[in-house]
């Protein structure tokens, strides 16, 4: 969606709180979107990324304000994975967003991957696949 993401996270080690698992995961698409864009030399955009962050937030190394600082996450059960992946990929194509004709042809859903086994533009770990590993 253009102006938020869903996702289904799952830590793996039970030493790691979702909170940490969480901050890390954002942190690592932070530096991946920043890296790309000065690959694309898209200048415009790191400086009013650059331009969001806070005042007190250079001191701690931050350089763009690429995330919101909230967000809104629910603990779903094994039984819950599916249906929670089928709202996740039909979504970019409900209500106001439309950003697709078929929901299974959004290039930055794992929906194709999931329904017709089409590449995705990003690794997809097959949660049908790692049941057993992930629900232990």
């Known amino acids: 969606m253009p102006n938020h993401l869903h996702l289904i996270l799952y830590v793996e080690s039970k030493n790691e709180s979702f909170n940490q698992a969480l901050a890390d995961s ?25 331009e969001g962050v806070q005042p007190n ?7 763009h304000q690429i995330l919101h600082l909230s967000f809104d996450a ?27 004709e078929d929901y299974t042809l959004y290039p930055y859903s794992s929906a194709g991957y999931y329904e017709n086994s089409q590449l995705t533009l990003y690794k997809i770990t097959d949660f ?7 629900f232990e």
Do not use: C, F, M
């Open 57 to 63: 937030e250079p001191v701690k190394g931050k350089k």
């Open 128 to 134: 049908r696949k790692n049941v057993r590993v992930l």
């Open 26 to 50: 954002k942190k690592n698409l932070a530096y991946a979107i920043v890296k790309r864009l000065k690959a694309s030399k898209n200048n415009e955009l790191i400086q009013t990324l650059k």
């Open 74 to 100: 629910k603990e779903i059960s094994e039984d819950e994975v599916g249906k929670v992946l089928d709202y996740i990929h039909h979504n970019p194509v409900k209500g106001k967003w439309n950003l697709a």
